[in-house]
């Protein structure tokens, strides 16, 4: 079992930035994703930028985001973190966590950011 504790959304001015944290505890073993999805009201859960925890660290992102997210993580804390600025009020929306542990999915609770114009 994987727990993912969220942290770091709130209320910023268009323009601003935020750093999410997410913490993953439990058996994540060496080899597994780590990301972030949103999802705004009325719509669906999207992807937002994922990370890979091997030896690459490759990390991806959705189209929207790229040049203004950055995802990057803390082995030692087992801790992924979005790195949010120049945001946009079209970046409104909750923000949950992802854990990809051998195929199988993990959840935050998800945590609220909003970004006002």
């Known amino acids: 079992q994987v727990e993912l504790v969220e942290s770091g959304g709130g209320l910023v001015q268009a323009g601003g930035s935020l750093r999410l944290s997410c913490a993953a505890s439990?058996?994540?073993?060496?080899?597994?994703?780590m990301g972030w999805f949103r999802q705004a009201p009325g719509k669906e859960r999207e992807f937002v930028a994922r990370l890979l925890w091997s030896g690459s660290g490759s990390a991806s992102y959705a189209e929207p985001v790229k040049g203004r997210f950055t995802i990057f993580g803390d082995n030692a804390k087992n801790t992924v973190y979005l790195q949010m600025d120049s945001l946009k009020p079209a970046d409104t929306a909750v923000y949950y966590c992802?854990?990809?542990?051998?195929?199988?999915?993990?959840w935050g609770q998800g945590t609220q950011v909003t970004v006002s114009s």
């Open positions: 992802n854990a990809d542990v051998f195929g199988r999915q993990y």
């Open positions: 439990g058996r994540t073993g060496s080899d597994h994703a």
